[in-house]
């Protein structure tokens, strides 16, 4: 699938993207169409019907294998949609191991979904024990998110994919880049065998379309994918696939910025009397400030910190600000903010979150591109009215 060769910046611009051939226009055109005529039965142009396959849907998903290096992808409904379509390769009685501090609505289809079709998951803090220590005889998944949501773990892709295949099991390595993306890091040249995007992040990058995206070198693996999402939806609609693949053009100039306002951000957040504790991958004060230096090109848009106080001192600053806005999700060009306690993560078990140190006073930002000045002067306001 993936074509085009060339840097990062070029594929964001080219790859996937051919001139129209009966008009010219340099622009994918949006095929709004269900159903596509046979000149003989089972003999078309490549196409029979759009759940299946729709043209624009795959110049988005050409784009998004150039984009990760890698050969096979499938844009999706949702990034949740990929993670089911994913699971739906397993069988009852089968096991994954997933890090322990995961997306909110990930966790939720692990224990509230596939639990009941007898699929167990063990959540693990790979960043301080080994995959050996959680693996079982049924392993057949291994999901890593790195960075992780909220807490930014970043988790060693090479060491957990190398103990992954000595496994007799040999199970699927899974690594949502999600946070990184694929300008800021590379899954697939790292061994993993399936990288997963919620596209609605920043690839998309302008908060309009929710999407995902599944991208693998596995030709086998993929036939696998592709025939699941075939057999029970969950494709994005032709509009949709437009609007991701317009956002992928600007992803290597909105990501530099994204990444250049949140080390500025977070090193200021660590001087300030308001403020606890930051995390952010590119402060020597990361736990795993080396790991990430090794394997991400940088470090990314999201920081979270913990502001001093309570739940009430946590509210008073998310009340106040007015740059950054208080939503879920992340990785549009605007600032967002986020109380995962009560927001993205409000699904994870009160006592879950409390063990992964999810507390009241945990805030998330998702850096835009703004003006820092103009972001750093919203913070400064609402964190002193938070005190």
């Keep these: 699938m993936s074509?085009?060769?060339?840097?990062?910046?070029?594929?964001?611009?080219?790859?996937?993207?051919?001139?129209?051939?009966?008009?010219?226009?340099?622009?994918?055109?949006?095929?709004a169409t269900s159903t596509y005529v046979q000149v003989s039965p089972g003999k078309h142009q490549g196409y029979d019907y759009s759940r299946t396959h729709n043209p624009t849907r795959t110049a988005l998903e050409t784009s998004l294998a150039a984009l990760e290096g890698g050969k096979h992808a499938l844009a999706l409904s949702s990034g949740c949609t990929g993670t089911d379509i994913l699971m739906h390769l397993l069988e009852v009685g089968d096991h994954v191991v997933s890090v322990d501090d995961v997306y909110g609505g990930t966790s939720r289809l692990f224990r509230t979904i596939w639990a009941k079709h007898g699929v167990e998951t063990s959540f693990a803090d790979l960043t301080?024990?080994?995959?050996?220590?959680?693996?079982?005889?049924?392993?057949?998944?291994?999901?890593?998110?790195?960075?992780?949501?909220?807490?930014?773990?970043?988790?060693?892709?090479?060491?957990?994919?190398a103990a992954a295949k000595k496994l007799p099991t040999k199970p699927i390595v899974v690594v949502d880049n999600t946070f990184a993306s694929p300008y800021y890091q590379s899954p697939l040249e790292l061994g993993a065998d399936v990288v997963l995007h919620s596209t609605t992040k920043y690839i998309n990058g302008h908060s309009d379309v929710v999407g995902g995206a599944v991208i693998t070198n596995d030709q086998s693996l993929l036939s696998r994918l592709h025939h699941i999402q075939n057999s029970i939806g969950g494709?994005?609609?032709?509009?949709?696939?437009?609007?991701?693949?317009?956002?992928?053009?600007?992803?290597?100039?909105?990501?530099?910025?994204?990444?250049?306002?949140?080390?500025?951000?977070?090193?200021?957040?660590?001087?300030?009397?308001?403020?606890d504790k930051v995390l952010y991958p590119g402060l020597e004060s990361h736990p795993q400030h080396a790991i990430a230096k090794k394997q991400m090109k940088g470090f990314g848009g999201m920081i979270t910190f913990f502001i001093?106080?309570?739940?009430?001192?946590?509210?008073?600053?998310?009340?106040?600000?007015?740059?950054?806005?208080?939503?879920?999700?992340?990785?549009?060009?605007?600032?967002l903010v986020d109380h995962p306690a009560i927001?993205?993560?409000?699904?994870?078990?009160?006592?879950?979150?409390?063990?992964?140190?999810?507390?009241?006073?945990?805030?998330?930002?998702?850096?835009?591109?703004e003006a820092i000045e103009d972001l750093k002067?919203?913070?400064?306001?609402?964190?002193?009215?938070s005190q």
């Design 128 to 161: 301080s024990r080994p995959l050996t220590d959680f693996a079982t005889s049924k392993t057949k998944m291994v999901w890593i998110e790195t960075p992780t949501n909220p807490l930014l773990k970043i988790i060693d892709i090479e060491k957990v994919v």
């Design 377 to 385: 002067e919203d913070l400064d306001n609402a964190l002193k009215l």
């Design 343 to 369: 927001m993205t993560h409000a699904s994870i078990p009160a006592e879950t979150r409390k063990a992964l140190g999810i507390s009241d006073n945990l805030i998330r930002l998702s850096v835009g591109i």
């Design 308 to 335: 001093k106080g309570n739940l009430e001192n946590a509210r008073k600053f998310l009340e106040a600000v007015k740059v950054f806005a208080l939503a879920e999700s992340l990785g549009g060009v605007e600032s």
């Design 3 to 31: 074509e085009k060769k060339g840097r990062f910046e070029t594929l964001a611009v080219h790859a996937g993207v051919k001139p129209d051939p009966s008009t010219g226009a340099i622009m994918t055109p949006i095929f």
């Design 235 to 275: 494709v994005p609609g032709p509009f949709d696939a437009f609007l991701v693949l317009r956002g992928i053009k600007t992803l290597a100039l909105r990501m530099k910025r994204h990444g250049e306002n949140a080390f500025e951000l977070a090193k200021w957040l660590e001087q300030h009397p308001a403020v």
